[in-house]
């Protein structure tokens, strides 16, 4: 279909399961109600083959009901059987979306796009696809809570034009505002709601009050430590294998278990552009509140209720310090001994407080070859890496800090090709695609052997300039085994640089998503640490045990967590348990199986508080806080965690049993 015959309007032909079409006015023009009771419930469209080849964009309003996330996929596919791309996002409760999905996110060169007021988290997965070849498209209810899923929607559009954002004039909130002024969803309703700010003001300064008071549990050392054994004391965190067990060191010389919690800073930000009339209070951005406003990852505008709650109890200039003295003095409570990734290390730093620092790659002048994978054959690259390192200069010599991660879940990661592949497909001729033509003329020889295991079509020229054919098994080998080159190039550089400037300190690894695959793992030698992301019901056994069989050293555990839906968050989190008693079982239950394994020195819970009702920067709205926006803390948790860090130590050193009262798992819900 040419660029004239659009814009194309697409309605559904056909129902997926047993959705319902509803008859009932919705609350947006040229919209139809919907209801799903079961996930992989939905739509189904069909249109001639090709015809979005000449779009740009895909477009419909969405307004979702209820008051529990609702995960939509939307998928392109070519033929019945051919490969499937697939786009899932989530809207805001009571609250109109407009979905602007850009159909160039079907090449696979970007994992995530940015938030737009209500609609949230828009992530790409599955296949590469090519629209000449595309003749359908589904939309399905991915996740969903208990309720079922209820939503109204229009057609969608594909067109060559980029549609508007939904202006705020457009806004439909079919139950008024979202949050009221302390930052509470208004759609949900709990038992430990707090009621108004006064009740609030006095919470927090008798947390203050009690915070000099709060210690860590018996036999933990000034560091954190366990004070039942002593090595060589170096001055700072190290690794040691002591009988068969993994541990970190304290600068003292104490065996050290990181019990961590993520986000130790006062964050909990509601991204509200294209959103003002949810909000129920804004203060004057000029007066005392503001410093509650500020900008997200993606340069949108945020307010941040938690600290507008700190600042009534405390006033604009002591805030900060007085919720410093608060949340370091409810770690030490709970037993937690490590300020993990996402805080606000420099308050650590300033008490002698174990943390944990992140690095930022930013490589302005060194090309992507593939979504942030940098072409790590430019010469920019070691001149660039060299920069990234000074961040540790601050850090060098505090003995305090465990040691640094070089990065956070690589997008490259996330894709279901390697990097190598990606780049094939979607980087400009470079260095690194000179590399790779380098790379397969030693193994072939020729195009003539190249043909014969990639197929007809390869030629080295094409691995160069520009490629466009299939990829054959053979083809997939070969470019993982020069991802392991790449990978190894990119960390192994880091790494160098990094320890150039700070050789006191611990390499951290790069908190991979899961357990990397085979390709990427070999080139994660130069970690100190492994580390990883892992949202699973425990820590596996079998995988942290052959990480440590093929790198050589222990693992850690940057972020996992369990979130519920009932409390005033529309979304779980990646883990979901039936309550807040529950989620108290799933924290006890996963650290100490945690702390049983000897190759794990550790786990660190993502995050303190719980995320905004709102969304934070890029959509997530979930339960999976160790206190609310009113800092009221999720008293089942904190008990959990005040147990199973009192016994800790025992548990890591073998001489009692972790905890296996495992609790209920749920389906997941979230983006």
Not at 166 to 176: C, D, M, N, Q, T
């Amino acid at each position: 279909m040419s660029p004239s015959q659009l814009p194309l309007h697409l309605s559904p032909g056909h129902t997926l399961g047993a959705l319902t079409r509803e008859e009932t006015p919705a609350p947006m023009a040229d919209a139809t109600w919907y209801t799903a009771s079961v996930e992989e419930q939905g739509l189904g469209y069909r249109f001639p083959t090709g015809a979005l080849a000449g779009a740009r964009y895909l477009t419909a309003d969405f307004l979702v009901d209820g008051s529990q996330l609702v995960v939509l996929a939307l998928r392109l596919q070519e033929g019945e059987d051919g490969p499937t791309f697939q786009l899932i996002f989530s809207a805001l409760n009571q609250c109109s979306a407009r979905l602007r999905m850009e159909l160039s996110a079907v090449d696979q060169n970007r994992w995530q796009y940015p938030r737009e007021g209500s609609c949230l988290k828009p992530m790409c997965g599955g296949d590469r696809v090519d629209l000449s070849r595309v003749d359908r498209m589904t939309l399905t209810v991915l996740r969903k809570g208990d309720e079922p899923a209820r939503w109204c929607m229009t057609d969608f559009t594909a067109q060559v034009e980029e549609p508007p954002r939904l202006a705020e004039s457009e806004l439909v909130l079919p139950k008024g505002p979202l949050l009221d002024e302390l930052g509470q969803s208004t759609l949900h309703q709990w038992p430990a709601k707090s009621k108004d700010a006064e009740e609030v003001v006095a919470r927090l300064k008798g947390q203050l009050e009690a915070a000099a008071n709060r210690e860590w549990p018996e036999g933990f050392s000034r560091w954190g430590g366990w004070t039942g054994k002593r090595h060589q004391a170096t001055g700072f965190f190290r690794t040691l294998q002591d009988e068969g067990r993994w541990w970190l060191v304290d600068p003292d010389g104490h065996p050290f278990w990181s019990s961590g919690m993520d986000c130790v800073t006062v964050d909990c930000q509601s991204a509200y552009q294209g959103l003002r009339p949810a909000l129920s209070w804004m203060p004057d951005p000029e007066g005392e509140f503001r410093a509650i406003y500020g900008g997200g990852h993606g340069g949108g505008p945020t307010i941040n209720y938690l600290a507008a709650n700190l600042i009534r109890a405390f006033g604009p200039e002591r805030y900060h310090e007085c919720w410093a003295q608060i949340a370091l003095g409810e770690l030490r409570g709970m037993g937690f001994n490590t300020v993990a990734n996402w805080s606000e290390w420099r308050i650590a730093k300033a008490a002698g407080f174990p943390y944990v620092r992140p690095l930022h790659p930013a490589f302005s002048r060194t090309p992507m070859v593939y979504r942030d994978f940098p072409d790590v054959f430019h010469p920019a690259f070691a001149e660039e890496a060299a920069e990234y390192a000074e961040d540790l200069r601050e850090t060098a010599d505090d003995p305090a800090l465990i040691g640094y991660f070089l990065m956070n879940e690589p997008t490259w990661g996330f894709s279901a090709e390697a990097p190598a592949a990606g780049l094939l497909f979607n980087a400009p001729e470079g260095p690194c695609r000179r590399a790779l033509r380098r790379f397969l003329a030693e193994r072939y020889g020729s195009d003539e052997g190249m043909r014969e295991a990639w197929g007809p079509e390869a030629s080295l020229r094409a691995v160069e300039t520009g490629w466009q054919s299939p990829l054959n098994r053979k083809a997939e080998a070969d470019l993982k085994e020069f991802s392991s080159v790449m990978v190894a190039r990119l960390f192994g550089g880091l790494t160098e640089a990094c320890r150039k400037v700070d050789p006191n300190h611990l390499n951290l690894g790069a908190r991979y998503y899961t357990v990397p695959p085979a390709w990427a793992l070999e080139g994660m030698r130069c970690f100190d640490v492994f580390s990883m992301n892992c949202y699973n019901d425990h820590v596996p056994a079998d995988l942290v045990t052959e990480i440590h069989r093929l790198l050589g050293v222990p693992v850690m555990v940057g972020e996992w967590h369990f979130g519920a839906l009932d409390v005033g968050l529309p979304g779980s989190g990646i883990g979901r348990v039936k309550d807040q008693a529950a989620r108290g079982q799933a924290f006890r239950y996963y650290v100490e199986n945690a702390a049983a394994q000897p190759a794990c020195v550790g786990v660190h819970y993502f995050t303190l508080y719980d995320e905004s009702a709102l969304g934070r920067f890029d959509g997530e709205n979930w339960n999976i806080g160790f206190l609310d926006v009113c800092n009221r803390p999720y008293e089942p948790l904190q008990a959990a965690a005040t147990e199973t860090h009192r016994r800790l130590y025992d548990v890591a050193r073998g001489a009692q049993p972790p905890f296996e009262d495992a609790p209920e798992y749920l389906p997941k819900v979230f983006l």
